[in-house]
């Protein structure tokens, strides 16, 4: 069964702190893995999209991991923010047209001052 | 964050009432997507359109009903909903889904639907 577990399911860490989000899929076959992160009352904003090939993919303070063979994903936050507290999604594609999106259920994350 | 919108924001409806959900992409896109979002589960995909015509129905109960007049507009029309129903219902579009390549996804900000 095609399935995206995250972890953890909420985490709490004072800001400039940094963390890791994780994500484990058993999506097949397996297209790009994708990071969005959603504020509350927003819908999801993409931060990453990866393929098969790609292991690493940074977008400003996000740095997202892939190891393919293992089927894991991480989501690394540098220095945290005040407004990074939001919920992180882990999508997993079997296409490239995303006509197959597995969603994970997100990581809730609090960032506090 | 203008790029997709979604009206009403909220909405609370009894189960015999008739409603409907809006969307609108200023994006140029062609493929437009409803997708649910219960408290504490994964993202559902409800319909996808892609250039007006739906290409997926995910199993959605018939009490949900969509439409596309054109490629910069989606209604889901709700009718005779149940309570758990209630959920946040999110819009989003992407360039075209018969391309090719790698389709990024816009959301809208949903609608918090309760039905009472």
């Known amino acids: 069964k095609n399935q995206v577990e995250q972890s953890p399911q909420s985490l709490i860490i004072l800001e400039g702190k940094n963390c890791t989000l994780q994500?484990?899929?058993?999506?097949?076959?397996?297209?790009?893995l994708r990071w969005y992160k959603q504020d509350t009352g927003r819908g999801p904003v993409s931060l990453t999209i990866?393929?098969?090939?790609?292991n690493t993919k940074s977008n400003g303070r996000y740095t997202a991991t892939l190891d393919a063979d293992t089927k894991q994903s991480s989501l690394h936050i540098t220095a945290s923010q005040l407004s990074d507290s939001a919920s992180y999604i882990c999508?997993?594609?079997?296409?490239?047209?995303?006509?197959?999106?597995?969603f994970g259920k997100g990581t809730t994350l609090s960032v506090s001052s | 964050e203008t790029g997709v919108t979604q009206t009403p924001r909220h909405l609370v409806m009894g189960m015999t009432n008739k409603k409907s959900l809006k969307c609108e992409q200023h994006?140029?896109?062609?493929?437009m997507y409803w997708y649910k979002q219960s408290a504490k589960k994964p993202l559902e995909l409800m319909f996808v359109?892609?250039?007006?015509?739906?290409?997926e129905n995910n199993s959605v109960p018939s009490r949900f009903s969509p439409e596309c007049p054109n490629s910069s507009h989606l209604f889901l029309h709700l009718h005779t909903l149940q309570p758990e129903d209630s959920a946040l219902y999110l819009c989003?579009?992407?360039?075209?889904?018969?391309?090719?390549?790698?389709?990024?996804?816009?959301f809208g900000p949903g609608t918090r639907l309760t039905v009472t």
């Open positions: 989003a579009s992407s360039q075209d889904r018969s391309r090719g390549g790698i389709e990024e996804q816009y």
């Open positions: 994500c484990n899929y058993t999506v097949s076959p397996f297209s790009n």
């Open positions: 990866m393929t098969f090939s790609e």
């Open positions: 999508v997993v594609s079997a296409n490239q047209a995303g006509t197959a999106l597995i």
């Open positions: 994006l140029g896109h062609n493929a």
């Open positions: 359109y892609n250039f007006k015509e739906q290409t």
